[in-house]
Structure formats: structure tokens, C-alpha cells
């Protein structure tokens, strides 16, 4: 009798949980304007685009010493963040914490849509985009270019995978409870679900398969961004050569990547209303995670510039003074006060740990993490070995176009256009990881 | 009256021709000859013709066709393949004697003429350089330096930019995808980018692209020094090196240890020149392996201009 009771609490909770993740996905308040919003991004990004392939490069700000700007440095933060996936599902995963259930399919999402729209950065810093399959068609080994778009295509992939493998079982789950949805829609599910039943066999392919994908993810981005440092660290110039840049770029990935599920998180929690799910231990936690990963990028931003400003070897001392002092120095300090220094500080208190105060330090860490990618590629090319001399005086600066920053917002929109489709098809929080961690019976989940 | 005319025609046209088939005969008697087929009926009047081999050879005169030899109507795919080939047999090098720039900038000025740039773009560009502080200003051009060791060939995804046999570092704007790594892969800047339409584009210019001259230069590719690959093709030194008015430049072949030079054309020992005037490369510390060599501003034969000393304090401020 009482085994009887309780089997149908658990599954009058199950029932709650599946109801409350589900619900969002088809209660679109305020939807409208938020892809009116991205409607905008995207239009003026068509625009910006089409100026660009009529006119070429030149609407832009770059020139012969800065020929990297704005695209590559937007390029960079996009395949810094996409590491979250990695760090999230597979690193605390496999190790066994409990707390990322809930967030980790959050982390996938910005994994897949940053790590494709970072493919897509490059096409448009291309001065020649109609000519991009002659990567394939003569493509060269010894170039890092053509390791950083293998490693990142792999990357999207298995970041797919891990994406939609654990979304089987919830197929299951919210095509009984989709009543808006459409033939299409169901059927999509039906596709996606693999003929899931959940019997024991099915479950210990899946453990088995995310296990050996969140194995595989783990070296795959560590060489997304150890690569992509490696288009500046591969070269003679002042500031990009440089034997730590590989760790460095990994370390300060996870930063930004942490403070974009921050966001996430926040902006799920608050317009889907999960805040049974996304609760604050939940928050609690990833502060925690962010501090750790700050740290580490602390000690490796301690390396990269206090080593050098020690020597002031001749060259890097001009590069060192214009970060610090000169000309960059505002907006070398605001990346490394807010994208490092003040989520150290501020969340080793209790009181910021909570998600209204988090959601705004992890977006100045994001803004600041935006910043330090643009530090990076940018001053170093103005400080070439050779003066630069009998060009224009605007070769000595670096002015983004209105163009240039049109296309660069746009891929953010490409971005976030993704991420919304993606939580409008699909459940945000992975229900049957959930519930199983509640204790709740698998018989339950899946009938 | 009429006849005279027509006679002095043909007589014209029978010296014009001669002398096109005395050029044709000793430089390009095998081009000539497979560009034969399917030319008219014979006239029965023979021509004697030197091949490439040494061969000397009977054809008729009509089959030969009337080109002049500069301009052989190579197609696209015969000058990329001998473009990225290069010369046999040769490794060019440049040395450049720092105490002869005056900064009269005919080198600039020929090179941006022959490769159709704008006045911002330079293969070759004269800088105004002082080491240190209480150190002498001298003026230094400085073209691409055909490493032996290439930071930017390395970094190209699709062989675009390569070295050939010879030494040179060319650009291929038939396949440059406008990447711009090997621009932030050059130590010395030498690499310009056609941000936007080009003069080429602009003018109409539609020439087959030769990959020895980099024309037409084309909107979204790379363009840099190619050490004049078509002159030297053609046995001419390049154009900077015979601009320069003041015998600044002495260009050559090291495996021929002869460099000439391009004012004077008095051709020495380039092993003597380097040996005897202690020149040196630009950052050997790179590793880079140049094959551009500097004879030091010694005995400077010019005055370092007045104007160009504060501009130069005034620049050394502003970066410190």
C-alpha cells in the first residue's frame, strides 16, 4: 500500500518537472519581440555583408598593419566560449559532479551555436569568400588554418552528438506533452528519440556513448583553442610569440565560456521560470567554478605580462608600455579588471553568489572577455618589428567601420538566433538526468 | 605609283618578318615551332630556325608566325606553371648599399608603376631608421626578403604564396583566398593587401594574370615583392634595382657569385662585396635566412635631411 503511495508521488512530481520544462517550449510571451530583435541584427548584417562582398575589405577599418581586427578577434571569443561544453559536460561529468545535471545541456547548446558561428566568422573576414573551397581543394598541411578548421569542425560534431544523445529519453518524454505542437515537430521527436523504450540494454548504450564522447571532447577542445592561439603564437611579432599562449587562450576560455552559462542560466531561469531547477545551490556552485577558472587565468595573465614588462626587451617594451600606460591602456585594464580581477573578488562573497548579482558580473566578465580577445590581436600589429612609414596617418590606428561592427553584432544575433531555436525545440533542462537524480523510478520516465 | 607602293609594303613587311624570325630563332625556336600546327599551306620557301636544343632546323616560312618575343601570348595555365617553377639553375639575391640611399624613391616609384599599385601600397619601401637613440639616421629600403626559412609561405592554407627553386617568394592572386595570415606572419611588413578595388579593376585592365608580375593585381588578394620575376625572366634586372640613380642597389645570382649593379651596371664578386664591406641581414635573429643583404650606412655620401631627423624625434617620442 505505502509502496503503492509513494510510486504515485513520484510520479505526480515526475509529471510537475516534465510540465515545468515543457511548458516554456510552448508559451511564447515576448517571443515576438525578441526575434523582431534578432530579425533587426540580422538584417543590418545582411546589409553590412553585402556592402562588404561588393566593395570588399575596405569598408572596413583594417589596413596593412592591422589586417586582423574586429572578425578575429570576435572569431576568437566565439571558439573561447564554445569550450564551456567541454569543460561542463565532459571534465566535471566525468568526474562525477552532481550539480551540472541541470545546466549541462545549457552549456552544449552554447557549445554547438558559438563553435558553428565561429566557422562562419572566418568566412566573412575572408577577402575572398567565393574561393573558401580551395581549402579543401589545396589545402596545406603545415598551415594552422587548416588544423583550426578541422579541429573546430570535429568539435561541432561531437559537440552535436553530446547535444542530442541526451536528448533522447526527453523525446520520449515531452511528445506526450507537446499539444501545440505540429506534425512536423512530432515527428522530428519521433526521429530524434531512436526508438527509445528505456529498457535497461538502451540505457547502458547511452551512458556508454556520452561517456566515451565526453572522453573524446576532452582533447578535441583543448585543440580548438590551443590551435587558434596558435594563428599568433606561430609568428615573430612582438606580443604573439609567445610559448604559453596555448594554455593561456584555454584558461581564459573557460572564463568566458563559464560567464555565458552564467548568463544563460539567468535569463532560462528567470523567462522559463525554472527556479525550482535552476536554483540557487545551482548558482552557488558555477560562482564557484567561475572563481576557480579566473583564477587560473589570473596566474597565467601574471605569466604573459609580468614576465615580459620585467625584461622590456626592446619591442615588446613598446607593446607592454601602450598596454599598460600608453594608448590600449583603458581597455586593457577593463578586460583584466572585469573579464578576471572582479569575479575573483566579488563572488568570494556569500551575498554575491546569487543569480541577480551574478547575471551582471558574468556579463562584464563577457564584455571584458570580448575586450582581452581585441587586446590581443590588435595592439600587436601596430607595433611592428619596422616603422611604419609613408602609408596614410590612419595606418597607425585601428577604427572599426560601421559595416564591420553591423557584421560582428551579427554573428552575436546568428548566435543567439541559434540558442533560441534550439530552446524552443528542445528542453533546456535534460528532464530524465533529473528526475533520475531525484531518485525518481525509470519505469516512471519512461512511460 | 600604285605599284611602287604596294612594293615598298611587302618590302617592309619582308624586313619586318625577317627580323621577328631572327629574334623567334635564337630565343624561342621551339615555342615557335609547336605553335605551327595547323598553320596555312606551305610556300615552299625555307627558313632555317635555331630550336632550344641547338637544333637547327628547315621550315617553311609561312608557317612561322609574326610575334614579337617579348610578348608571347602565353596562356593562363603556361605562366602560372612557369611562375611557380622559377628559373633553373638560379638563387637571386639583393644587396643593398646603405650609404648610397639618398631617399630618391625611383625604386618606389618604378615598382608601383610596374605592379599597378596605389600610393599607399609598396613592394619595396624606403624607411627612415635610426637603431638608438645617439645612433646615426640613415635611409633604408626594404623589399621582401625572400627567406630561406619563410614565416609566410608556412602559414598559407592553400599554396598560394610559395617559394620557387630560385629563391623568390611569389604570390598567387588566381588561388589567394585573402586569408591575410602570411601578413601577420611577415616580420618585415612586406606584404600589402588589395583592401578594395584595385587600379586594375578600376581601369579595365584585363590583361592574362602573370604571376611573375603580379598584374592585374585583383580586390581581396595578397600582393608583395616578387623580385621582378618577369624581368629576370627576361635577363633584366628589376625595377628598382635599375631605377636607382644613385648605385644603391646591386642585384644577381649567388650561384654565379655575380651581383650587378643597377646604376652603373658594374658587375662584381658577390662574395667579395659582402666580404669586404661587412654586410648583414635584417633580424638574422629570426631566423628567417634573408636573402636581402645590407652593406652598413658607413661613409654615408648624403646628409640625413634636417626635416627627416625631427620628423624622426618627433616619431621616437610618440612611441616612447
Known amino acids: 500500500m505505502s509502496e503503492l503511495q509513494s510510486k504515485e508521488e513520484a510520479r505526480k512530481s515526475f509529471d510537475k518537472m516534465a510540465k515545468d520544462i515543457v511548458r516554456p517550449m510552448q508559451n511564447h510571451f515576448g517571443l515576438n519581440a525578441w526575434v523582431f530583435t534578432l530579425f533587426l541584427i540580422l538584417s543590418l548584417f545582411g546589409y553590412a555583408w553585402f556592402l562588404q562582398l561588393r566593395d570588399g575589405l575596405g569598408v572596413t577599418g583594417l589596413h596593412d598593419y592591422t589586417s586582423w581586427g574586429m572578425y578575429i578577434a570576435n572569431f576568437v571569443f566565439f571558439v573561447a566560449a564554445a569550450l564551456v561544453g567541454m569543460l561542463i559536460t565532459a571534465v566535471l561529468g566525468l568526474s562525477g559532479v552532481k550539480w551540472i545535471t541541470p545546466i549541462s545541456r545549457i552549456a552544449e547548446i552554447i557549445a554547438v551555436s558559438f563553435a558553428m558561428i565561429a566557422g562562419l566568422v572566418i568566412v566573412f573576414d575572408m577577402g575572398r569568400p567565393d574561393r573558401v573551397l580551395n581549402i579543401f581543394f589545396h589545402g596545406r598541411l603545415q598551415s594552422p588554418i587548416v588544423w583550426d578548421i578541422t579541429v573546430v569542425t570535429i568539435y561541432t560534431i561531437i559537440s552535436m552528438l553530446l547535444l542530442l544523445l541526451p536528448l533522447i529519453p526527453d523525446m520520449n518524454i515531452i511528445k506526450k506533452r507537446l499539444p501545440k505542437a505540429s506534425n512536423m515537430q512530432l515527428k522530428m521527436y519521433n526521429i530524434l528519440s531512436l526508438g527509445w523504450m528505456g529498457t535497461p540494454e538502451q540505457y547502458k548504450i547511452i551512458h556508454k556513448s556520452i561517456r566515451v564522447l565526453s572522453i573524446l571532447i576532452i582533447p578535441v577542445a583543448l585543440a580548438i583553442h590551443t590551435v587558434t592561439s596558435w594563428l599568433f603564437a606561430s609568428t615573430l611579432r612582438h606580443g604573439w610569440d609567445s610559448t604559453i599562449f596555448g594554455p593561456y587562450f584555454v584558461s581564459g576560455a573557460f572564463v568566458s565560456g563559464v560567464a555565458a552559462v552564467i548568463i544563460a542560466m539567468y535569463v532560462f531561469r528567470t523567462s522559463y521560470k525554472l527556479q525550482d531547477y535552476l536554483t540557487d545551490f545551482h548558482f552557488d556552485k558555477i560562482a564557484k567554478l567561475l572563481v576557480l577558472v579566473s583564477l587560473v587565468y589570473f596566474y597565467f595573465n601574471i605569466n604573459e605580462f609580468l614576465v615580459p614588462a620585467y625584461k622590456m626587451k626592446s619591442g615588446d617594451d613598446h607593446h607592454i608600455l601602450a598596454l599598460f600606460v600608453g594608448e590600449w591602456a583603458v581597455l586593457f585594464w577593463f578586460a583584466q579588471i572585469f573579464g578576471n580581477f572582479v569575479p575573483i573578488v566579488l563572488l568570494l562573497f556569500k551575498k554575491m553568489r546569487k543569480p541577480g548579482p551574478m547575471m551582471i558580473i558574468a556579463t562584464l566578465a563577457i564584455l571584458g572577455a570580448w575586450a582581452k580577445r581585441f587586446i590581443i590581436v590588435v595592439p600587436t600589429q601596430l607595433n611592428p618589428h619596422l616603422p611604419i612609414q609613408n602609408v596614410p596617418d590612419s595606418f597607425h590606428v585601428y577604427t572599426p567601420t560601421g559595416p564591420e561592427i553591423a557584421i560582428t553584432i551579427g554573428t552575436i544575433g546568428m548566435a543567439l538566433t541559434i540558442i533560441t531555436i534550439l530552446a524552443k525545440i528542445f528542453p533546456v533542462i535534460p528532464i530524465w538526468e533529473v528526475a533520475e537524480e531525484k531518485g525518481i523510478d525509470r519505469e516512471i520516465i519512461n512511460e | ?320
Open chain 2, 1 to 320: 605609283m600604285s605599284n611602287k607602293k604596294q612594293d615598298k609594303g611587302t618590302s617592309r613587311r619582308d624586313f619586318l618578318k625577317s627580323s621577328f624570325l631572327m629574334g623567334a630563332a635564337t630565343v624561342t625556336g621551339a615555342g615557335l615551332l609547336s605553335s605551327f600546327k595547323g598553320a596555312e599551306e606551305g610556300s615552299g620557301e625555307m627558313v632555317k630556325v635555331m630550336t632550344a636544343n641547338g637544333d637547327l632546323v628547315e621550315v617553311d616560312a609561312n608557317k612561322l608566325k609574326a610575334v614579337k618575343v617579348d610578348s608571347i601570348d602565353l596562356d593562363l595555365n603556361e605562366l602560372q606553371k612557369r611562375g611557380r617553377e622559377g628559373i633553373a639553375g638560379k638563387k637571386w639575391v639583393m644587396v643593398i648599399d646603405l650609404a648610397k640611399c639618398r631617399n630618391a624613391r625611383k625604386c618606389m616609384e618604378a615598382c608601383q608603376h610596374a605592379h599597378h599599385l596605389k600610393p599607399e601600397q609598396h613592394h619595396i619601401n624606403v624607411l627612415q631608421m635610426q637603431e638608438a637613440e645617439n645612433t646615426a639616421p640613415f635611409y633604408m629600403p626594404k623589399p621582401c626578403m625572400h627567406c630561406d626559412n619563410t614565416p609566410c609561405t608556412k602559414v598559407c592554407p592553400v599554396d598560394a604564396t610559395f617559394k620557387r627553386q630560385d629563391g623568390i617568394v611569389l604570390i598567387d592572386n588566381e588561388r589567394c583566398i585573402g586569408c591575410r595570415f602570411c601578413v601577420a606572419a611577415c616580420p618585415y611588413s612586406a606584404r600589402v593587401f588589395n583592401w578594395s578595388e584595385t587600379l586594375d579593376e578600376k581601369n579595365g585592365f584585363e590583361e592574362t594574370y602573370d604571376i611573375e608580375l603580379n598584374v592585374p593585381q585583383k580586390k581581396g588578394t595578397i600582393s608583395k615583392c616578387l623580385f621582378s620575376a618577369d624581368r629576370l625572366r627576361k635577363d633584366e634586372l628589376p625595377y628598382c634595382v635599375s631605377s636607382c640613380p644613385n648605385g644603391t642597389y646591386w642585384f644577381g645570382d649567388m650561384n654565379e657569385d655575380a651581383v650587378t649593379n643597377g646604376t652603373t651596371g658594374e658587375t662584381v664578386r658577390f662574395s667579395e662585396l659582402i666580404d669586404k664591406n661587412d654586410a648583414y641581414t635584417l633580424m638574422p635573429e629570426l631566423g628567417t635566412k634573408s636573402n636581402v643583404y645590407y652593406l652598413p650606412a658607413k661613409d654615408r655620401i648624403f646628409p640625413f635631411s634636417e626635416e627627416d631627423k625631427e620628423n624622426l624625434n618627433r616619431r621616437n617620442e610618440h612611441s616612447h
